[in-house]
C-alpha cells in the first residue's frame, strides 16, 4: 500500500471501507468518540502484509473519531530472540518463566516491536503515542503468585500481575487526539519492572478506562467448538452462555484464561468485546461493524 496521511484516508480507502461493511446486531457506532481497545497479536505484527491492513484499518477508524488504545503482543519474536541466544523458552500455563536474561532479551524485543508500529502509524499520519518500559509505563504491577494444577507455588520469575492503571495518564493523551501504543510490561513501588500477559494488559486497559469495546485480533476465528473445525465457531456469547460453555469444557485451551478473563472485564463495565482472527482480509474494521459474522463476541447483554 502507498503512503499517505490520515486526511488521504478520509476521502479515498476509508470511505469506501466503510460503504461496504454490513449491517449488524453488534455492530460498534463511530457515533460519540467510542474508546476501543484494540490487542494486536504478536504473529500479526510479524506478518507485513497483515500488519500494515491492521494499521489501515486502525487510521480508518481513528479518522472516524474512534478513540483507539493499542495494546500489542510480541511473543513470537521474543521466542526468535531467546532461540539465537540459545535459550529456551519456558512456558508454564500460559505465561513465560521471566529470569533476568529472559526479560532484558523481552525489553529489547517489545521496544523494537513498540518503537515500530508507533513509527509506521506516524507515518500514516496518526499520533501515536509510545507507552512501553522504557518511555511511558502505565501498569502498577506486582510480582506474580502462581500456583501450579495440584496447588504447588510456582516461582514465575519477573513475572507480574497488575495492581493498577494509570487511567488519568491515559485518558488525558486520548482526549488530546493521540492513541498509545501500550507493550505489555508493569513497575512496582520500588521500580522493578515485571513482564505482563498481553492480554491481560488489553483487558486492564479497557476495564479502567470503562472502553465501548475491547478487540482481540488473533490466529483463530474466534471460539471454536471444536478446535480443529473453523465452521464451528461461536458467533455471539453472553456471560451466562459463556459459563456454561467453560462447565460444559467446550472452551478450553488457550482460549480458556481468555474468557475467563473476559467475563470479568464485561462484569467491571466494558460492553462488548470481540475475538476475531487478524489474517482474516480487513478484521478490523469488519469485525468493528459485523464481529459476529467475523469471529466471536462477547457482550453483557443479550
Not at 14 to 22: G, M, S, T
Not at 59 to 81: E, F, Q
Not at 145 to 172: H, S
Not at 203 to 228: M, S
Amino acid at each position: 500500500m502507498t503512503e499517505m496521511t490520515l486526511a488521504t484516508f478520509k476521502g479515498t480507502i476509508l470511505q469506501e471501507n466503510f460503504d461496504a461493511l454490513p449491517n449488524s446486531t453488534f455492530g460498534l457506532s463511530t457515533d460519540g468518540d467510542p474508546i476501543v481497545v484494540v490487542k494486536f497479536g504478536g504473529n500479526a505484527i510479524m506478518n507485513p502484509k497483515v500488519l500494515d491492513q491492521l494499521i489501515e484499518d486502525t487510521c480508518s477508524l481513528i479518522s472516524k473519531g474512534v478513540r483507539v488504545v493499542l495494546v500489542h503482543g510480541g511473543g513470537t519474536a521474543v521466542n526468535d530472540a531467546l532461540k539465537s541466544v540459545g535459550k529456551e523458552t519456558q512456558k508454564i500455563g500460559g505465561l513465560r518463566v521471566t529470569d533476568d536474561q529472559t526479560l532484558e532479551i523481552a525489553v529489547d524485543v517489545f521496544t523494537g516491536i513498540n518503537e515500530k508500529l508507533t513509527d509506521k502509524f506516524l507515518a500514516k499520519g496518526a499520533q501515536a503515542l509510545s507507552f512501553c518500559s522504557k518511555t511511558i509505563n502505565p501498569f502498577v504491577s506486582k510480582k506474580m503468585e502462581f500456583q501450579d494444577p495440584q496447588g504447588n507455588e510456582v516461582d514465575l520469575g519477573w513475572v507480574g500481575e497488575i495492581v493498577d492503571v494509570d487511567a488519568t495518564k491515559l485518558d488525558r493523551w486520548l482526549w488530546a487526539g493521540w492513541m498509545p501504543v501500550i507493550s505489555p510490561f508493569g513497575k512496582d513501588e520500588n521500580g522493578q519492572l515485571y513482564n505482563l500477559n498481553a492480554d491481560h494488559a488489553a483487558l486492564a486497559v479497557a476495564t479502567c478506562l470503562n472502553a465501548d469495546a475491547l478487540i482481540f485480533l488473533t490466529d483463530v476465528p474466534g471460539v471454536l467448538r471444536d478446535v480443529q473445525d473453523p465452521t464451528t465457531r461461536i458467533s455471539h456469547l453472553t456471560p451466562a452462555q459463556a459459563q456454561v460453555c467453560l462447565e460444559e469444557g467446550t472452551i478450553s485451551g488457550g482460549m480458556l484464561p481468555k474468557i475467563k478473563s473476559c467475563l470479568k472485564c464485561l462484569d467491571n463495565g466494558v460492553e462488548t468485546i470481540a475475538i476475531l482472527n487478524s489474517f482474516a482480509p480487513h478484521a478490523l474494521l469488519k469485525g468493528f461493524s459485523a464481529p459476529e459474522k467475523y469471529g466471536t463476541v462477547l457482550t453483557r447483554a443479550s
